[in-house]
T-cell receptor, first 113, second 111 residues
Framework: DGGITQSPKYLFRKEGQNVTLSCEQNLNHDAMYWYRQDPGQGLRLIYYSQIVNDFQKGDIAEGYSVSREKKESFPLTVTSAQKNPTAFYLCASSVTGGSQPQHFGDGTRLSIL | QKEVEQDPGPLSVPEGAIVSLNCTYS??????FMWYRQYSRKGPELLMYTYSSGNKEDGRFTAQVDKSSKYISLFIRDSQPSDSATYLCAMAETSGSRLTFGEGTQLTVNP
């Protein structure tokens, strides 16, 4: 079955710690995205990548970093510089970028210990 | 002002009702319009994908786009308790590199 797998489902971060959220897709999609979802604020774009070895900042990139070394994988690191990391993080992919519909994983919920 | 406005609700209706969910937008360059359904603690799933103005029907769901008014709607006929979820609209420009989402409307269908 093709799809997007996010892991772990729940993650806890200590103060001053970096954590990495995994996102893997087997849909052969070129473009991948990371969103943050907070109650009442909808989806906010963190980073996106339209091709391997290239990525762009979204609206709220500060305190986050990404890499795109393989087409299938787009991990997100939440660094200690992100002062309010508690949120639901969603990864998505699309065939190409832009106007194509995006397909989502089931998210990772990150909380502060 | 946000590019896409969506009433967050919550919206509560009895089973069998017709539900109307709406979004307005300000960017006249938007040409592609989508509706997603998101169950609690899950990722959004694509319900409808339309281009430019007009209607599109899929089972109990109808998507309507009025570009002249910058207004899109999703109608759900014969609503079921399983339709209880948050509904997100999303839009894109033809030459854009991303989607722009509304904040989502929380819908509850009561048995």
């Amino acid at each position: 079955d093709g799809g997007i797998t996010q892991s772990p489902k729940y993650l806890f971060r200590k103060e001053g710690q970096n954590v990495t959220l995994s996102c893997e897709q087997n849909l052969n999609h070129d473009a991948m995205y990371w969103y943050r979802q907070d109650p009442g604020q909808g989806l906010r774009l963190i980073y996106y990548s339209q091709i391997v070895n290239d990525f762009q900042k979204g609206d709220i990139a500060e305190g986050y970093s990404v890499s795109r070394e393989k087409k299938e994988s787009f991990p997100l690191t939440v660094t200690s510089a992100q002062k309010n990391p508690t949120a639901f993080y969603l990864c998505a992919s699309s065939v190409t970028g832009g106007s194509q519909p995006q397909h989502f994983g089931d998210g990772t919920r990150l909380s502060i210990l | 002002q946000k590019e896409v406005e969506q009433d967050p609700g919550p919206l509560s209706v009895p089973e069998g009702a017709i539900v109307s969910l709406n979004c307005t937008y300000s960017n006249s360059a938007f040409q592609y319009f989508m509706w997603y359904r998101q169950y609690s603690r899950k990722g959004p799933e694509l319900l409808m994908y339309t281009y430019s103005s007009g209607n599109k029907e899929d089972g109990r769901f109808t998507a309507q786009v009025d570009k002249s008014s910058k207004y899109i709607s999703l109608f759900i006929r014969d609503s079921q308790p399983s339709d209880s979820a948050t509904y997100l609209c999303a839009m894109a420009e033809t030459s854009g590199s991303r989607l722009t989402f509304g904040e989502g409307t929380q819908l509850t269908v009561n048995p």
